[in-house]
Structure formats: C-alpha cells, structure tokens
C-alpha cells in the first residue's frame, strides 16, 4: 500500500477594520488566491483558510466556520475563495484565538490522516493585537505549541503590510515558526 504525504497550506488573513484604509484594494487576499492558483494542479496539495478580526472564522470548511479543515475538494475549496473575497472590514485584531483555531485543525487533521503531511502556516495582518493575549511571549508560546504538533513538519510564516503597526511581535512569532517574516509598507502598488 503506498502511503503519500501531503503539502497542506493555510492561510491566516486578517480582516479586521484597519484594512478598509491599509489594504482597501484587498491585496492581501488577492496575492493569497495568486499562490493558490499557481499550485492548485499540483497532486497531494490541500488548502485551509481562516480570516480574524474579534474573533476567527474559517474561510475553507464543510459544517460550520468554527472548524476549518483541509480540502483538496474543487467545490469546498472554491466556496472558500468566495469567502475571502466576498468577507468586509470589520473589528479588532485577534491573533490569539486565530493562533489557536489554526493549531486546533492541523491537530484534527493530523489525528483524522494519520500521514506524515507537511503544513505551511501563512499568516496575513496589519495590524498589532487589541484583543485576547496580545503580549509577544503569550504569541510566540501559541506558535510554539503549533509548530510542535510535529516538528520539522509544521512551519509558521507571518506576513506585515500597512505600515501602522510595529511587526516585531510577527517576527518573533515567524522565528519560533521555523519560517519566514515579510514586511510590505504599501499595498496600494
């Protein structure tokens, strides 16, 4: 019997109500669909999305958007990408409780395919945390204990656009990721 592994991708976007001045033109969403399409032919590929403000939703899912999944389901995946397109501004900045819906479905989906999958974290803001635990500490000990679900197989990279805030914390969260930090001051190019 062969066992394959799987790459799975998730992306974290932030829609709280700063990115209706910081990413008007919903950028950040667009360069998200750019990678999706690029590789969306590819065999053993599954894609996740979950959007915050106040609180996480996810965007890609089967029962309710309190518990995302993984799918490589032509018709779930694309109801997902309606979402993301179609979700407003709105709210504060949660990362927190994003941190830990995100690390909640790769634990489900490691549990539920018990294969040696791999899982890409990209997460997507302009802003710095107003709601839940908001210390750098709290943040990085959540990517921590996502990345640890399976060491050298979950990775967490953090993206800042907007030029508001101040992405130290994001860059602390993608170094305890194992991944990469990137910073864009203007999404309006």
Do not use: C, H
Request: no cysteine.
């Amino acid at each position: 019997e062969e066992n394959f592994t799987y790459t799975n991708y998730l992306f974290i976007i932030d829609y709280s109500g700063s990115n209706s001045s910081t990413d008007s033109r919903n950028v950040r969403v667009q360069k998200s669909l750019e990678f999706y399409e690029e590789r969306k032919d590819l065999p053993y590929v599954r894609w996740g999305a979950i959007g915050f403000e106040s609180s996480p939703k996810a965007m890609i899912f089967e029962t309710n958007d309190k518990e995302p999944i993984f799918s490589d389901n032509v018709e779930i995946v694309e109801a997902g990408i309606e979402r993301m397109k179609n979700e407003g501004a709105s709210g504060s900045t949660n990362y927190s409780d994003t941190i830990d819906m995100a690390t909640q479905a790769i634990a489900d989906d490691m549990a539920q395919n018990k294969r040696d999958d791999n899982y890409i974290v990209f997460f997507l803001t302009d802003g710095e945390p107003n709601v839940g635990d908001t210390s750098t500490g709290g943040l990085v000990s959540r990517v921590e204990k996502l990345v640890g679900l399976k060491k050298g197989k979950v990775f967490f990279s953090s993206a800042y656009y907007g030029g508001q805030g101040e992405p130290a914390k994001l860059e602390a969260m993608a170094e305890a990721g194992d991944g990469k930090f990137l910073e864009f001051t203007d999404t309006n190019n």
